[in-house]
């Protein structure tokens, strides 16, 4: 068998980074290939390697170890068949639409002559005619991304990754621009072979791709690869349709359940220190409050997006902050509040935050610090050197935000504080 119609494929590829004192695994033993006609959605929660994998696809970085094949060659440097359309587009702010896209068509080598007329018709295919004057500022957020889109197909790529294109643009942008693309691609306008897009959007994913790419993070890995088949146009309210989002949701949610009273080990102890959930503690209340309204104490997760505006990547950290602090239980797409999580939800806030507070204290990450801050002078110690500390167990960006969220959930239960202007974290009196 040959496998001369894969355009794309992935072997055993692993990305480590080694940026802190401990190597971080990015992307663990990711295989995937891509075919001609394709429509794909990688989708997956923020840090679980979905850009990452973007710059391996494209060349733009060789990954640690594994293979990238491009039309069966091994890639080597950066695939001049492939553009990425970043989330937010770096247009020249001195240039106008039209030398914007000129740009990109010199930088792949095209005769002056033939640049312009490339341009215009480029323009003209994705709505942009009449704007071919105008400068970045004078256009909206979606028509400057519409302006990306331009420059990434006017080099005609085989293999046209978008990486979360629509999730800087607001509501009703996103919308049309979505359906813009889709009618391009649909309707065979694209000079373009695939389509690979990342996003953290399960809907989005479930509106245009045929085929669907789950990962998890932690370490990033491929949990699932479906076919979506639903003909376009599609329609959100539609029952398949939902059915398939639904069926997203409870694999992802299922995958951030933790094992019973599986909370992971302190940094710097054997065993992988378990990641907060990057959201803000006082949002928790919000969900915890719809839960204990809804009948039986029990939600759909997707229509819990609906519900309460939130977007899904956001969604399913609250719920794994739920789940965490054994507020609450998801199967099969359901989420279910335990009777702890009733009785915070009915609680004061005083009563809240005891509860909470106790659940904390549990949490790995939070005693570690608690640790380290009761051995040290005043209870006290600065941000940086607790930082420092984390990075032996993360590398330097996660450290910083698995610090900023415990410090955030240590304040709302009371049990720490944190000075801004000396930079210093301690403990409350009586705390911890
Ligand atoms: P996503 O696009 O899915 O949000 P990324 O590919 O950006 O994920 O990042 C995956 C993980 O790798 C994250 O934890 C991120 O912080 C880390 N990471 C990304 N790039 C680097 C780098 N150059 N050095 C160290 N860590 C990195
Ligand atoms: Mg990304």
């Not at 010199?106 to 005769?111: D, F, T």
């Not at 341009?119 to 005619?129: F, H, K, M, Q, S």
């Not at 302006?147 to 049309?176: H, M, Q």
């Not at 997006?305 to 054994?326: H, N, P, Y």
Request: proline content about 6%.
């Amino acid at each position: 068998m040959t496998n001369n119609d894969f355009l794309l494929e992935l072997k055993d590829v692993n990305q480590v980074y080694a940026a802190g004192a401990r190597p971080f695994t990015a992307i663990k033993n990711f295989s995937l290939t891509l075919k001609e006609g394709e429509f794909s959605a990688l989708l997956g929660p923020s840090g679980c390697g979905k850009s990452t994998l973007l710059r391996i696809i494209t060349g733009l970085q060789p990954p640690t170890s594994g293979e990238v094949l491009y039309r069966n060659q091994p890639l080597i440097g950066v695939n001049p068949h492939a553009t990425i359309v970043f989330q937010t587009f770096a247009l020249f702010p001195w240039l106008t639409v039209q030398e914007n896209v000129e740009l990109a068509l010199e930088a792949r080598g095209l005769p002056p002559r033939l640049r312009a007329s490339r341009t215009l018709e480029i323009l003209d295919r994705v709505g942009l005619d009449g704007f071919e004057n105008a400068y970045p500022r004078e256009l909206s957020g979606g028509m400057r991304q519409k302006v990306g889109f331009a420059r990434a197909i006017a080099v005609e790529p085989e293999l046209l990754c978008l990486d979360e294109p629509f999730s800087n643009l607001d509501v009703l942008s996103a919308e049309t621009l979505r359906g813009e693309l889709l009618e391009l691609w649909t309707s065979g306008k694209l000079p373009t072979k695939a389509i690979l897009m990342v996003t953290h959007n399960i809907e989005e994913a479930v509106f245009m791709a045929d085929r669907i790419v789950v990962m998890e993070k932690d370490p990033g890995r491929l949990i699932m690869d479906f076919n979506v088949d639903l003909s376009h146009p599609r329609h959100r309210k539609d029952l398949d349709f939902e059915e398939v989002v639904d069926k997203v949701y409870a694999l992802l949610a299922g995958q951030t359940q933790p094992e019973h009273e599986e909370l992971g080990t302190a940094p710097g102890e054997p065993g992988p220190t378990r990641r907060l959930p990057k959201i803000p503690i006082s949002d928790l209340p919000g969900l915890m409050e719809h839960l204990e309204k809804a009948t039986d104490h029990r939600h759909d997760i997707y229509a819990l997006a609906d519900d309460i505006k939130v977007g899904s990547d956001q969604l399913l950290s609250l719920i794994e902050a739920a789940e965490l602090l054994g507020f609450a239980t998801v199967a099969k797409g359901d989420i279910h509040l335990t009777p702890l999580g009733e009785t915070f939800a009915e609680a004061s806030i005083i009563g809240r935050k005891e509860i909470f507070a106790a659940r904390l204290r549990r949490l790995p990450l939070f005693k570690w610090l608690t640790t380290i801050l009761r051995a040290s002078e005043k209870n006290q110690q600065k941000w940086e050197v607790v930082q420092a500390a984390l990075e032996l167990e993360f590398h330097p960006e996660e450290a910083q935000h698995q610090l900023e969220i415990v410090v955030d959930w240590g304040r709302y239960a009371e049990l720490l504080s944190y000075d801004d202007k000396s930079r210093v974290i301690f403990l409350e009196f009586g705390g911890a």
